[in-house]
């Protein structure tokens, strides 16, 4: 069995991976668009010259970036690329690299992402215990409908809201961006704060929004974990409700609230990257928003795979993980 | 169980052709399943503003350069205009039900796909599950705006509200599958099933009569939550600027919104009604869910 767990998960992981890469190389050679064409004529149209010698142009980029090759090589190729890490140069920044542009935005996403989903996890996870713990104050059950509202609209919705309510009306914090424009990313406490400065919003529509989804499975997995024997005979024989709350309930609630975070990993990512368009914060999100503005073919191509890749290891992560929260399942020292 | 027993008295009350006494029991239901209540409520409500819009508006002005531009709202725009001249009453009467439809048939489509495959690979069991559940896996892992966003980028003109429609419904069969199949396993060890399958039932009869109308309420649950997938979807879609760029469906309103920086040039009337009109849309479907999920599986009772 733990073997048998780990190849398995590992299986899983590269099948993601190479069937992210796959559908990444075929599906937009479905299609026949020929990127290199459509930015050069943009180019054309915006400077209005270079109409001659345009199809020599196209014939030398296509050679440049291995378009012209059979698709056979192109795939071969395209697959050594990703497993390099190798995404190919950006269309639109020309000689930029895809991987150092994602590199950049990357500290961002993963900043915003990993602070929040830790944070609506964890308050989540904790109010809907207290929510289903028959001797938590009754407040608490008055926030339920609010937040679970809220967890049905998507996170860049309520940004919007945000926006407008605490930037626009109020000015208490700014209006987009992930800095202060005219400053420059260094190491020091004003620009630390800056750069949280710009983030609490964009952190807020996320965290409230998910924070009620996080409630609502814990608090009816905590309904069940009480109602079973063992809760009965640990209250009846005398332990403290602190006891039974942390090493009775929540222990067991923690297996299942692990798991479902693994299932929503994708749809948190994909949330996040609206979010970031809408607050024009410098992470993955605004970075892919720009591509498809651009039509930078690789960039989004790129993003798309990197982002997959991201998605496929922290899944693969917290499949690893779970056999330490779940005595049941042991890895076996191999 | 108790299922069963609902369905037992529906029958018996049709028998009797009572239908204002149907009725009240239906109202009586509601009144006790506050999630069903408020989410039909809430979908009741966006469906009368555009019946009654419809008949008040001109639908022709959702087009761009139809009346002023950035007009406030006024008696004649009540919901103002935007940008490029489309009045937005029109706007939003128009590209309310066009996004609504999207989620439903794409929502349909994946429901329909996803049950038959689901049906198929819990029932059959066998090498035929083994690959599917590994497709279903592995779909469900990578998310569908990635891929769709791969393919709205090699489609030159950008994607018709048709195709945005079927490439969503492409992708929205993984979950509906993933979670007929596990019910399916379940309801495969029941004794009726059982022996249905004992006397000699053809597995066709037995899924089609058996597992079926047991499964029912869940699989209106499961579309109610599809369709609300695929909105998501094509509203991300068309935020990232892949979306029908000549079709005035909410979530394009919302590009044009953020391209235009709309809230902080403080045109509010642009950017709140849609805002309103599709958080109105979510809640409703996901209260509806919750409340048909109630209706599915009573023990969940009181969850909310």
Request: aromatic share 12%; no cysteine; charged share 10%.
């Amino acid at each position: 069995m733990p073997l048998s767990y780990l190849a398995k998960r590992l299986g899983m992981f590269l099948l993601v991976v190479w069937l992210a890469g796959t559908v990444n190389f075929f599906l937009p050679r479905l299609g026949n668009g020929d990127p290199v064409r459509q930015k050069l004529l943009q180019q054309a149209a915006l400077g209005g010259n270079v109409q001659s010698g345009m199809d020599d142009m196209i014939a030398e980029y296509d050679r440049k970036f291995g378009l012209d090759q059979p698709l056979w090589d192109q795939y071969v190729n395209y697959v050594g690329d990703m497993l390099r890490f190798d995404f190919n140069y950006s269309i639109a920044n020309y000689p930029a690299q895809v991987i150092d542009i994602i590199g950049d935005a990357l500290p961002w996403t993963l900043g915003l992402l990993l602070t929040t989903t830790i944070i609506s996890w964890l308050l989540g996870g904790l109010l809907g215990a207290f929510m289903g713990w028959p001797r938590a104050p009754k407040f608490l059950q008055f926030l339920m409908p609010p937040l679970l509202s809220l967890n049905a609209i998507p996170f860049f919705l309520l940004g919007l809201v945000l926006i407008y309510v605490f930037a626009f009306v109020l000015r208490w914090f700014p209006l987009s961006g992930g800095f202060t424009i005219g400053t420059f990313p260094e190491y020091s406490w004003s620009f630390a704060w800056n750069v949280v400065h710009h983030s609490i919003l964009p952190a807020m529509a996320i965290i409230l929004v998910s924070i009620g989804g996080w409630a609502l499975t814990m608090r009816s997995m905590m309904v069940t974990t009480n109602g079973e024997d063992y809760v009965t005979y640990a209250d009846a024989k005398g332990l403290k409700d602190r006891t039974i709350f942390v090493h009775y309930s929540i222990r067991n609630v923690l297996l299942p609230q692990t798991t479902a975070l693994a299932l929503v990993l994708g749809q948190l990512i994909t949330g996040t990257v609206l979010v970031e368009v809408i607050f024009s914060y410098p992470g993955i999100g605004t970075t892919l928003y720009n591509g498809i503005r651009g039509s930078d073919f690789y960039l989004v191509q790129g993003i798309v795979f990197f982002l997959i890749l991201s998605i496929a290891l922290a899944t693969l992560i917290l499949d690893l993980i779970y056999p330490l929260l779940d005595p049941r399942i042991t890895y076996q020292k191999a | 169980m108790s299922v069963a027993v609902q369905e037992g008295t529906a029958v018996k009350q049709r028998r009797r052709g009572a239908f204002a006494e149907r009725a009240t029991t239906i109202a009586r239901y509601l009144g006790r399943n506050r999630s069903l209540l408020v989410g039909l409520a809430f979908l009741l409500i966006l469906f009368l503003f555009v019946v009654i819009g419809r008949m008040i508006v001109d639908t022709s002005e959702a087009n761009p350069l139809s009346v002023g531009s950035l007009d406030p709202p006024s008696r004649d725009l009540p919901f103002g205009s935007d940008k490029q001249g489309r009045n937005l009453f029109a706007v939003l009467v128009v590209g309310t039900p066009l996004t609504f439809r999207l989620g439903l048939i794409a929502g349909a489509i994946g429901l329909t796909v996803g049950a038959v495959v689901g049906f198929i690979a819990g029932y059959y069991g066998g090498i035929v599950d083994d690959i599917l559940k590994v497709i279903v896996d592995v779909g469900l892992t990578i998310p569908g705006l990635l891929i769709l966003i791969i393919i709205a980028m090699n489609t030159q003109a950008g994607l018709t509200v048709n195709q945005m429609t079927f490439s969503i419904a492409v992708l929205a069969w993984l979950y509906p599958a993933r979670i007929v199949r596990s019910q399916v396993l379940t309801l495969k060890q029941r004794g009726y099933v059982q022996i249905a399958r004992l006397s000699g039932m053809s597995g066709r009869k037995v899924i089609v009569r058996e597992l079926l109308p047991n499964l029912f309420p869940y699989l209106v649950a499961a579309l109610v939550a599809s369709v609300s997938a695929a909105v998501l979807a094509a509203i991300g879609l068309e935020m990232l600027g892949l979306g029908p760029f000549e079709a005035p469906t909410l979530g394009m309103t919302l590009y044009w919104v953020n391209y235009n920086a709309a809230i902080i040039n403080g045109w509010w009337w642009w950017w709140a009604p849609p805002i309103f009109i599709i958080a109105i849309l979510f809640t409703g479907l996901f209260l509806t869910a919750v409340g048909l999920d109630e209706l599915a599986n009573p023990r969940l009772r009181n969850r909310v």
